[in-house]
């Protein structure tokens, strides 16, 4: 696959106006933009640490993804996201290897980015985001 580096990390919370401060004041980071990907019932809020992003993700349905996983799970980190060119290759190199995959073909996520989730089962618990960004290119 081959991935550049890491696009981002997901950290699931239960409230955006709760654990944004502690990014900005503890931490000294700027959020640098907050949007809601309606289709996968999230509100996310965005934070730079070098290269590296971090991705606070806030259900806005309990029945969501995010809200089922902080009902299981409690906050926490979510996922791991790798920037990689060629998504839907990689895919289906992914697959050829005997990867479970979530998303057979790339959608829309936030910050316009083209993504895809491998499953935790072949991750090694890890659920697996691909991203591409198309528009930087």
Known sequence: MNPS???H?????KS???AIPFYEKVLGLKCYNVEE???QKVKTAFFKVGQTKIELLESTDPE??????????G??????????????????????MGVR????????GAEGLDIAFLHPKSTFGVLTELCEDKNNK
Not at 9 to 13: S, W
């Open 5 to 7: 580096h890491i696009e």
């Open 9 to 13: 990390i997901g950290i699931a919370v």
């Open 16 to 18: 955006l106006e709760e």
């Open 37 to 39: 990907v309606a289709d």
């Open 64 to 73: 969501g993804p995010i809200g089922k996983f902080i009902e299981k799970k």
């Open 75 to 96: 906050e926490g980190i979510h996922h791991l996201a790798f920037a990689v060119d060629g998504i839907n290759d990689k895919l289906q190199q992914a697959e050829e």
């Open 101 to 108: 995959l979530i998303d057979k073909t790339s959608r829309k």
